[in-house]
């Protein structure tokens, strides 16, 4: 699972390196997220788990948002 203190601290970088990657898409997502998160926890190495959750939420941002049955 994630290893973001909480999940609106994954939310906020998940939003922002969503904004940075749509303005400058040649910057990788994993500078982002490490990025982010490091400048959040003061210098805390970020979890690689993290920043592949983030990778997957950008790259596929409909998942998990259908209802019953996938309407």
Same mark, same amino acid.
């Given at each position: 699972? $994630?290893?973001?203190?909480?999940?609106?601290?994954?939310?906020?970088?998940?939003? $922002?390196?969503?904004?940075?990657? &749509?303005?400058?898409?040649?910057?990788?997502?994993?500078?982002? $997220?490490?990025?982010?998160? *490091?400048?959040?926890?003061?210098?805390?190495?970020?979890?690689?788990?993290?920043? *592949?959750?983030?990778?997957?939420?950008? &790259?596929?941002?409909?998942?998990? &948002?259908?209802?019953?049955?996938?309407?």
């Amino acid at each position: 699972m $994630v290893s973001a203190a909480n999940g609106y601290d994954f939310s906020d970088i998940k939003a $922002v390196a969503r904004e940075l990657v &749509q303005s400058d898409p040649s910057v990788p997502i994993e500078d982002i $997220v490490r990025s982010l998160y *490091e400048d959040l926890y003061e210098g805390e190495p970020c979890p690689p788990a993290l920043i *592949e959750a983030v990778k997957q939420a950008l &790259q596929h941002p409909a998942c998990g &948002q259908t209802g019953a049955g996938g309407t």
